[in-house]
């Protein structure tokens, strides 16, 4: 016997809440602006989206179903690069899945240098992986712990970091960034009251010049 469980039904009501959740965090440190809304509903979208291709939906086997299941050493494969030569599209889809991460985490991280971007972005896969093996060993989704998916999300993070970084050089997209980025809560002004733009800029603020 097998059942689902099914994307929408849980990401939609996941990502409301989510997107709550955020809204009161900007609220809460005086830094509720349109541009901050419209990023915090991009992280929204973006999460829910990896959640729908790495997660969900997922297949539960119940009963007999589960006498067929593969072993262990077939849902883990920590052979890196294996797959690569023959059919390097797996790993392109990796890169390109968490290329906006390396966008996105600049403007919400407290000192967003480029070796904390990439050990959040490394933490960020690695949590699903567990998550995918945990899913083969309890509810038997199916989906593998590959060291490729580590390898190609860890690098596309780098790669959109590198692009944001050189995008940001630019003044109009600087000030862009700098009108998007969270601010630092240590530095932020009470609730109610609007943030500076020095509160909001980030550590490594696209208009800094000492890079």
């Not at 989206?49 to 969900?56: A, D, E, I, K, Y």
Request: charged content about 15%; hydrophobic content about 55%.
């Amino acid at each position: 016997m097998s059942c689902e469980i099914p994307a929408m039904p849980v990401l939609v009501p996941l990502a409301a809440i989510v997107f709550a959740l955020l809204l009161w965090r900007l609220r809460r440190h005086g830094a509720l602006t349109v541009p901050r809304v419209v990023l915090a509903a991009a992280l929204v979208v973006y999460g829910a989206g990896v959640l729908r291709s790495t997660l969900l939906p997922a297949d539960i086997l119940i009963g007999s179903a589960r006498d067929d299941l593969a072993p262990l050493s077939v849902l883990v494969n920590l052979v890196p690069l294996i797959d690569v030569p023959a059919d390097p599209s797996g790993m392109l889809l990796n890169v390109l899945m968490f290329a906006p991460a390396g966008v996105l985490l600049p403007l919400v991280l407290r000192r967003p240098t480029a070796a904390r971007v990439i050990v959040v972005a490394l933490a960020l896969s690695l949590g699903i992986e567990l998550t995918q093996l945990l899913g083969d060993v309890t509810i038997s989704t199916g989906r593998i712990f590959e060291l490729d998916d580590l390898i190609g999300n860890t690098a596309g993070a780098a790669l959109g970091f590198a692009a944001f970084r050189l995008a940001t050089r630019v003044p109009a997209i600087g000030r862009m960034a700098t009108a998007l980025a969270w601010p630092n809560p240590a530095a932020a002004t009470p609730a109610g009251r609007p943030a500076s733009a020095s509160a909001s800029a980030p550590a490594s603020a696209p208009t800094r010049t000492d890079e």
